[in-house]
């Protein structure tokens, strides 16, 4: 076939809809019915993939045609993000990267550092609940943030406002409003890179200018921490210190070495602190509205770890309600709707319909995991039981919402680091705490909104609700798991 019979056709047959102008952000839920959502923004090809089959058939059927990445002008070139591989152009230096960051997450890592680690920071966000119940949503975002620092950097943080954490939550607000394609001219027209800062119009130039200086920071400064630390034999163990001191030993550190390790750092720890801890919350929210939910998930709890102790790493995958709960988590409100966008190495004919060079192709995670022959009628719900036997084992045949963290070549190669951080985060909440929604002054139950703050992360919105621990015993053990 043709180009020009193929795009002949992509005009007649009605399941592509064309649409010229901007709004593309806009249609990925009006039109998630859709597998194929072709948008041509002020002469950008996108291509919305609204269906399993089909990001299956392009991400991994054809993943050396589709794990390129678009040119992120704003985010990447001005901004400085480029050091984060998930936005990088596939070639040897993202393959580097991503090897590295599978070798530091290696499952022997994980068990030995990286899981302990984990139990002992929620121990801390138990303990944190209990002391200041209504600042819920810092202990959260803490939880996630100081975990991640402290694994990766060996950084001690007593609260969420250290200076590290304050310093990427500054880079991670400028990074949400920019990632999305096309939230910035610049990246539709990327020659207006060029044009002087100080032009009537070029306020972008200036604000990425000021993004990089925080970015460059924020992956500079920990590993500079590091290295102090390890020249006056004060290190902590952590990812960043294990890492150099291989290089060491081995005799095969060099400059470049130290500078992906650098970039691949600055990855992990990003990637950590905020997706990990928006899934944190949205579970935590669907606990408050759903209390039928949350005793059954206590109970669950309790069957298999009883009332003398707190959940551990140990009890992971031991409790299929708790594994059903994340997975729901995960499905119900993903932490990235629309994936990051794939770039089209070159031309390609897929069921018919022809797709440019140069396309930009996104993931339509929302309507994957929101697909009613999947997953139910009723995907609007928080329903963790659609992951479920009915004799309470987990059904093999609702498949796991990888969606949530991307797809093909490009999936999170954190993934089981983050679902094993959030699986041990509600289990531990189960065992320890009631959570319930606030009242008024009248007595009636204030819901929650479940309508999410939008962006390239999905956040919930802020509310009140009223934590209180199960039980005075459950309260020593929660105290004395610091001590």
Not at 65 to 92: K, Q, T, V
Not at 145 to 163: C, E
Not at 301 to 330: C, Q, T
Not at 418 to 424: F, K, M, Q, T
Request: with cysteine; charged share 20%.
């Amino acid at each position: 076939m043709n180009n020009k019979r193929a795009r002949a056709m992509n005009q007649k047959r009605a399941r592509m809809i064309i649409c010229a102008g901007g709004g593309a952000f806009y249609f990925f839920t009006l039109w998630a019915a859709i597998d194929l959502l072709y948008l041509n923004v002020a002469g950008t090809s996108m291509l919305i993939l609204n269906s399993t089959e089909a990001t299956n058939d392009l991400f991994v059927g054809r993943s050396i045609l589709y794990s390129n990445r678009p040119r992120f002008s704003m985010i990447c070139e001005l901004m400085g993000w480029d050091h984060n591989f998930a936005f990088i152009a596939y070639g040897p230096r993202w393959r580097k990267s991503r090897a590295l960051f599978i070798q530091l997450f290696s499952p022997s890592n994980l068990k030995t550092y990286e899981k302990p680690r984990m139990q002992e920071s929620v121990h801390v966000f138990l303990n944190r609940l209990l002391d200041t119940p209504k600042e819920f949503e810092d202990h959260m975002r803490f939880l996630s943030g100081g975990n991640t620092i402290s694994s990766v950097y060996g950084i001690v943080a007593n609260d969420f406002h250290h200076p590290h954490i304050e310093l990427t939550k500054k880079a991670l607000r400028g990074f949400s409003q920019a990632a999305i394609p096309g939230s910035y001219l610049v990246d539709v027209f990327p020659s207006l890179k060029y044009i002087p800062g100080w032009l009537p119009g070029a306020s972008f130039k200036r604000k990425a200018a000021d993004e990089k200086k925080t970015v460059e920071e924020m992956i500079k400064q920990p590993l500079e921490f590091v290295k102090r630390n390890m020249a006056d034999g004060t290190a902590k163990s952590c990812i960043a210190s294990r890492a150099l001191q291989e290089m060491q030993d081995d005799g095969s550190w060099s400059e470049d070495k130290e500078h992906l390790l650098r970039n691949v750092l600055g990855t992990i720890y990003i990637a950590g602190v905020d997706t990990t801890s928006t899934a944190n919350s949205t579970i935590f929210l669907a606990l408050v509205c759903n209390p039928d939910i949350l005793k059954k998930g206590q109970a669950a709890v309790d069957a298999v770890v009883g009332h003398d102790r707190l959940p551990g790493v140990v009890d992971e995958g031991k409790i299929p309600y708790v594994d059903a709960i994340v997975m729901e988590g995960l499905r119900w409100r993903p932490v990235v709707p629309l994936a990051t966008a794939h770039h089209t190495a070159s031309a390609d004919i897929y069921k018919g319909y022809y797709i440019p060079a140069d396309t930009i192709v996104m993931g339509n995670t929302w309507a994957i995991l929101h697909d009613p022959a999947t997953y139910g009628e009723d995907v609007d719900q928080f329903r963790p039981e659609r992951f479920l036997n009915p004799d309470g084992t987990l059904n093999s045949t609702i498949p796991y919402p990888d969606a949530a963290f991307g797809y093909g070549r490009r999936i999170c190669p954190g993934r089981v680091f983050a679902h094993s951080a959030v699986w041990l985060t509600v289990a531990s909440l189960l065992a320890c705490f009631d959570l319930s929604k606030a009242s008024d002054k009248n007595g009636v139950a204030i819901e929650p909104s479940t309508d999410y703050i939008d962006g390239f992360i999905s956040y919930p919105r802020p509310y009140e609700c009223t934590i209180t621990p199960r039980s005075q015993s459950i309260e020593k053990m929660i105290r004395q798991s610091v001590s």
